[in-house]
């Protein structure tokens, strides 16, 4: 019996994209070989990478528009270290709102001046600071819009009159926002798009060329986009699961589409942590997340009950983050509304045994 997934990734993705993948596994395209044992500049592979690009820009609303996407490797975690490395000349801004944003932050220390605009450590990262203003003579602010682990989103698009940078490893797709403001957006595709192994990035080709140090070629922009994301062997599965899970959304209807959902379960779920006397939520309720819902017991000498009644509903990936405790419910976009539903009868369950 397939799990209720909410892990917070790797995560759960279509099984029709599951179905698709596996057979490509075996014989891809017909040709009597596994898609993960032809080479990487067969014509039959270059389309998926083409696919894959094209429909990341198409669904972002940004094609035609001066951007390309790449398929990288290592993860949003090198994106800390690239973006620096890229765009960072000077001095650069960054909005700290979680464990994420804090990496980043501490790799762009070694390039520049860091300027920190604003930090919610203060309270445990539960909230988005707000009010805080950025230097204008800086070369780019950096934020993070969904953190997984403390459950916030940003909710705005900010607009400072600098490059704005964008992790949205976490929530990327599963929003409307105007993507056009920012200039360089990364993502790793274990959330929302794919199996771990790549890494998406929207580029705005204008924002590169101006730092005055010499960028390693696995670490600059250009050479990957002057090489179409094969400058070296890319991680091909990944890609391509990656590329029918964009194809998936498409045919959903895209972003507009699965924002409606996803706040369907968002709403879902949010409403009995605030109406079920045993729970509380950890994030304040203006930032709360729509991916990741994170909460608390209202007595912790009832967690075994708890825990036993959520397990027994064949719930998955329910335990929070460490730093944090209690519970996190991721919601991607690939997960079904009755999973949800699932849970709040657990949740309910819980109440009346409690």
């Known amino acids: ?12 993705l279509p099984q029709e994209v599951f179905q698709k993948a596996s057979e490509a596994i075996i014989d891809f395209n017909g040709l ?8 990487h500049r067969d014509k039959n592979f270059i389309e998926v990478m083409d696919n894959a690009q094209n429909l990341a820009l198409e669904l972002l609303g940004l094609e035609n528009k001066g951007y390309k996407a790449l398929f990288l490797q290592g993860g949003a975690s090198t994106q ?3 973006i620096a490395y890229n765009l960072l000349n000077e001095k650069a801004a960054y909005l700290n709102t979680g464990t994420w944003a804090s990496k980043a932050i501490k790799e762009a220390k070694l390039f520049g001046e860091l300027i920190e605009v604003a930090s919610s450590k203060d309270q445990n990262f539960n909230y988005i600071p707000k009010g805080f203003s ?13 953190n997984t682990i403390f459950g916030t989103q940003i909710k705005q698009d900010y607009d400072f009159g600098v490059p704005l940078v964008a992790d949205m490893s976490s929530d990327i797709f599963s929003c409307q926002r105007d993507f056009s403001k920012y200039d360089v957006i990364y993502a790793g595709a274990q959330k929302n798009m794919g199996p771990a192994g790549t890494t998406l990035v929207v580029v705005k080709e204008d924002v590169l060329g101006k730092v005055e140090r010499v960028i390693p070629s696995m670490l600059d922009y250009q050479v990957h986009i002057d090489k179409d994301s094969m400058f070296n062997t890319p991680p091909v599965f990944a890609v391509y699961v990656s590329m029918l899970t964009l194809q998936w959304l498409k045919d959903l209807g895209g972003i507009q589409a699965i924002e409606k959902i996803n706040q369907e379960k968002a709403d879902l779920l949010y409403d009995e942590i605030d109406r079920n006397p045993l729970f509380k ?3 304040a309720t203006e930032d709360r997340s729509n991916m990741n819902a994170t ?13 036993s009644l959520w397990k027994e509903a064949n719930i998955n990936g329910l ?13 991607y976009n ?13 949740m309910q369950e819980f109440e009346k045994r409690a």
């Not at 950025?134 to 969904?146: A, E, G, I, K, R």
């Not at 335990?319 to 919601?331: E, I, K």
């Not at 690939?334 to 657990?346: R, Y």
Request: glycine share 8%.
């Open 1 to 12: 019996m397939k799990k209720h997934n909410f892990s917070a990734g790797p995560c759960i």
């Open 334 to 346: 690939a997960l079904p509304l009755n999973s949800v539903e699932v849970l709040v009868q657990a």
């Open 295 to 307: 909460f608390n017991l209202t007595d912790d000498t009832t967690k075994d009950i708890f825990d």
């Open 319 to 331: 335990n929070g983050h460490r730093s944090v405790g209690g519970y996190r419910a991721s919601m």
């Open 80 to 82: 800390f270290l690239n």
């Open 134 to 146: 950025v230097p204008s003579d800086v070369d780019y602010l950096h934020v993070t819009t969904n």
């Open 32 to 39: 009597g070989l596994s898609l993960i044992e032809i080479s």
């Open 281 to 283: 939520g950890f994030a």
